[in-house]
């Protein structure tokens, strides 16, 4: 039995966990945690970053692509605060990360220290867990807790807290253990009740137009396989919300696209409504994904409910069937089930047809805008280009705002996975600088892409220091309209094109890319596009292109509420 201190036992539990990566920002509180990712021989690597929410953003990133846990840290005070918003994504994005904060000592509390405040009321809220460590003794404990949080049930994010004091206390390395299995996500995976997966059958059998509407569960599960397999069985086209994109190919006859008021388009939301039944999986059936509750209509289809988390069944609509359990435990019982009852597939004539229909539809009128030489540039024509010339397995980080619903309707997925993410739980802005960083160390061999609006580059700007000082080979590509465009199109739509307050003027990014030491090119023609972004993709080191384009409330954007 030998002693180590709450620092020394916090890395080792990290070790112990699988961890390999860690995002964070350095703290006076946080010096006894440096000083033993310093000393020890632990194999982990922290980058250092900016500003706590971009560390957040880059670990929930990383959570998402390589399927781990992401890790972020940050100090007491400003640096919890700071941190916070990229915990509430994770969190309500069911995705694993674990954000740990330094915080002043225990004997501390209570005597105006500089930077207290009260750290586990701070984060109950917004995660699965949040628990400041009062005991060093306690530290390993409360590691095995938070990553069985993570990873079990619904995954979310988890908070712990570390006093000054309690790192450098003593405690027994006997305490130092953990479970294997938390590594990963998700763990302890649990099935459905049979019971549930026969009224799921009967249900689905029971109607003549079945199709599945897909949130993050498949891909956060691993139940691509599953869906697809059950989707050809029964014949049922397959759409998805914009977290749920990865869940089966794009280019698969049964794939619809992309649903909801946010990447659908009329033409995806007739095929959502000619069902007469329809199956969510791992979806909360929210308001985006349904147009506010009115693509599927609550009378116009039945519903079979099959996610996770049982307090999202029957929230937004009567349901006639619910599976309680992990998306592909569920989808395989079903499959199962359904093969043994079905002789074949059902005949379902016209339905591929259908949506074969529907896609060209959808994608000629895209076409037409993506070949324009107009100037500003459209933003069809960024996607178009960008289509062309990235690999099939590359990852797009797209924030909110402008690039969101263009690439959720056009940027077609050949593979299935987690190659496209977009913060949809909250919309924050400066979401895709930072979290491209991510995206590399969850996959190094991989091409990444940030696409962002010039109102979230002035979000995270601060971080091309880091991916110049890391010397990472992604791609920045910032749309360029000098505008909050989803507020103004918003204010065109919905309040008589009464704008306020949200113009500002246009940088140039490219130059301010260089200045941080980024190769970059500023496109103002659109025959300059693709040969700019030829160069950027294969230039090797961080490169940003900066595409001077459309404003959003002037564009023709997949967002139905602007189009009503």
């Not at 890790?71 to 309500?92: M, R």
């Not at 979310?156 to 305490?175: C, S």
């Not at 979806?283 to 009378?299: F, K, L, N, Q, Y």
Request: with cysteine; proline share 7%.
């Amino acid at each position: 039995m030998n002693q180590l201190s709450g620092a020394e036992a916090f890395v080792r539990m990290l070790q112990l966990h699988g961890i390999h990566h860690i995002f964070g920002l350095c703290g006076d509180t946080s010096l006894p945690v440096y000083d033993a990712l310093c000393r020890l021989d632990h194999g982990m690597t922290h980058i250092l970053t900016r500003d706590e929410r971009s560390a957040a953003y880059m670990a929930d990133v990383y959570a998402r692509v390589s399927g781990g846990i992401g890790v972020c840290e940050g100090p007491s005070g400003g640096g919890a605060t700071y941190i916070l918003p990229g915990v509430v994504e994770a969190n309500e994005s069911s995705v694993p990360v674990l954000a740990v904060t330094t915080d002043i000592s225990v004997t501390g509390r209570g005597h105006y220290t500089l930077t207290e405040l009260d750290q586990e009321a701070l984060f109950r809220p917004l995660a699965k867990m949040s628990r400041v460590v009062d005991d060093a003794r306690a530290i390993p404990h409360a590691l095995r807790a938070a990553f069985a949080a993570m990873t079990t049930g619904r995954p979310g994010a988890a908070h712990i807290g570390l006093p000054f004091d309690v790192q450098k206390a003593p405690l027994d390395d006997t305490e130092v253990w953990a479970d294997a299995s938390l590594a990963a996500c998700p763990s302890r995976r649990t099935g459905p009740d049979p019971a549930a997966v026969a009224a799921a059958a009967d249900a689905i059998l029971g109607a003549e137009k079945p199709m599945f509407v897909c949130g993050g569960g498949p891909v956060i599960s691993g139940a691509v396989a599953e869906l697809v397999a059950l989707a050809e069985l029964l014949e049922a086209p397959v759409a998805t919300s914009v977290s749920g994109r990865g869940s089966i190919p794009d280019d698969h006859p049964l794939a619809v696209g992309v649903v909801g008021s946010n990447g659908g388009t009329p033409e995806t939301r007739a095929v959502v409504d000619a069902a007469d039944l329809i199956v969510f999986v791992g979806c909360r059936a929210g308001s985006v994904t349904t147009e506010r509750w009115r693509h599927p209509a609550p009378d116009a289809a039945r519903i079979v409910h099959i996610d996770v988390d049982p307090a999202v069944i029957g929230t937004n609509y009567e349901t006639e069937a619910a599976m309680v359990g992990d998306a592909r435990l569920c989808l395989s019982a079903l499959l199962e089930e359904m093969t043994r009852r079905l002789d074949g597939t059902p005949e379902r004539p016209g339905v591929r047809d259908f949506i074969a229909q529907a896609k060209a539809r959808k994608f000629a009128a895209f076409e037409e805008l993506a070949r324009s030489g107009d100037t500003p540039i459209k933003p069809e024509r960024v996607v178009a280009e960008l289509q062309a010339l990235l690999p099939a397995d590359a990852v797009v980080v797209a924030d909110p705002g402008t690039p969101c619903p263009y690439f959720s309707a056009y940027y077609r997925l050949a593979e299935t996975g987690r190659h496209f993410v977009s913060n949809r739980a909250h919309g924050a802005l400066g979401y895709s600088l930072p979290g491209v960083v991510g995206a590399h160390y969850g996959r190094p061999d991989t091409k990444c892409v940030a696409v962002m609006g010039d109102g979230s580059f002035g979000f995270a700007v601060g971080e091309l220091e880091t991916i110049v000082r890391l010397d990472l080979p992604v791609t920045l590509i910032v749309i360029s309209n000098s505008v909050y465009g989803w507020i103004k199109a918003g204010q065109k739509s919905g309040f008589d094109a009464r704008y306020f307050s949200v113009d500002f003027s246009r940088g140039d990014h490219a130059r301010i890319a260089e200045a941080f030491g980024v190769k970059a090119w500023r496109v103002e023609d659109p025959e300059d596009l693709r040969p700019a972004l030829a160069k950027a993709l294969e230039a090797g080191g961080p490169t940003l292109v900066d595409i001077v384009a459309q404003p959003l409330q002037e564009a023709r954007a997949p967002v139905s509420e602007w189009v009503a």
